[in-house]
């Protein structure tokens, strides 16, 4: 079975190879748990070690931000841009009023992005600023979903960012995100470890422990062969 490979040291070990084509994964975790890191990895080295295009869609952050992110781990960034193998796009500005009316939109300009760009890799950041605008539980999931499905049609493997609180037994900022997507992975950081759980991964045989993983200079690089007890975990 084919494989997206996730560009993170020691993680696709735990996948038994990487993601499903086109499958969609919730990173999520609390704030300095590192999900900005995982996906701009994805992202970056997806273009540079597979030739993947990949496009970071960012609602809060200015592509800046997200550019300098990357920089700071002396990635060739730049390089990639010019190759149109990387592209960041700031999601359009709106009220709140406004942002229900113009959601549509936006994913139809997503959706172009990636068939323009044949864009194998996609980052939403984040599912938590999407779920802000709308007014319930349902209008988030659906909207969710109709993302992630048109995704999935045209074969891009999808990464979702969520913020939480970083509690060991929270997945979601609003409780459906973990439902509608095909994969869940929960980032914890308790100073001065930093762990991750594979959640769920519907269709692979997933590594269920979890495992600690650091931040160096080359980005997130996780250790597959040591283990960190659940209930060490602060609930």
């Given at each position: 079975?084919?494989?997206?490979?996730?560009?993170?040291?020691?993680?696709d070990?735990?996948l038994?190879?990487?993601?499903?084509?086109?499958?969609?994964i919730?990173?999520t975790?609390?704030s300095?748990?590192?999900?900005?890191i995982?996906?701009?990895?994805f992202?970056?080295?997806?273009?540079e070690q597979?030739?993947d295009?990949?496009i970071?869609?960012t609602?809060?952050?200015?592509?800046?931000?997200?550019?300098?992110?990357?920089k700071?781990?002396?990635?060739?960034?730049?390089?990639?841009q010019?190759?149109?193998?990387?592209?960041?796009?700031r999601?359009?500005m709106?009220?709140?009023?406004?942002?229900?009316?113009?959601?549509?939109e936006?994913?139809?300009?997503i959706k172009?992005?990636v068939?323009?760009?044949?864009?194998?890799?996609?980052?939403?950041?984040?599912t938590?600023?999407?779920?802000?605008?709308?007014?319930?539980?349902?209008?988030?999931?659906?909207?969710?979903?109709?993302l992630?499905?048109?995704?999935?049609?045209?074969d891009?493997?999808?990464?979702?960012?969520t913020?939480?609180?970083?509690?060991?037994?929270?997945?979601?900022r609003?409780?459906?995100?973990?439902?509608?997507?095909?994969?869940?992975?929960?980032?914890?950081?308790?100073?001065?470890?930093?762990?991750m759980?594979?959640k769920k991964?519907r269709g692979?045989?997933?590594?269920?422990?979890?495992?600690?993983f650091e931040?160096?200079?080359?980005?997130?690089?996780?250790?597959?062969s040591e283990?960190i007890?659940?209930?060490?975990?602060a609930?």
């Amino acid at each position: 079975m084919d494989r997206v490979p996730t560009g993170i040291t020691g993680l696709d070990e735990l996948l038994g190879g990487g993601f499903l084509p086109g499958s969609s994964i919730l990173v999520t975790g609390g704030s300095g748990a590192g999900k900005t890191i995982f996906s701009t990895q994805f992202i970056y080295k997806g273009a540079e070690q597979y030739k993947d295009p990949g496009i970071y869609i960012t609602l809060e952050e200015g592509s800046k931000n997200i550019w300098w992110n990357m920089k700071s781990f002396h990635w060739n960034i730049t390089k990639m841009q010019q190759d149109n193998l990387i592209k960041i796009y700031r999601f359009g500005m709106f009220s709140p009023k406004e942002f229900a009316l113009k959601f549509d939109e936006e994913v139809e300009k997503i959706k172009r992005m990636v068939q323009e760009m044949g864009a194998k890799r996609l980052v939403i950041d984040s599912t938590t600023a999407i779920g802000m605008f709308m007014e319930s539980e349902a209008e988030i999931r659906y909207n969710i979903f109709k993302l992630i499905d048109e995704m999935k049609k045209l074969d891009c493997t999808t990464i979702l960012i969520t913020e939480t609180e970083g509690k060991r037994d929270e997945f979601s900022r609003f409780g459906v995100e973990e439902f509608v997507v095909d994969g869940v992975i929960a980032l914890y950081f308790i100073p001065p470890v930093r762990c991750m759980l594979i959640k769920k991964m519907r269709g692979i045989n997933h590594n269920k422990q979890v495992h600690p993983f650091e931040i160096t200079d080359r980005g997130i690089e996780v250790n597959p062969s040591e283990q960190i007890l659940w209930e060490s975990l602060a609930k």
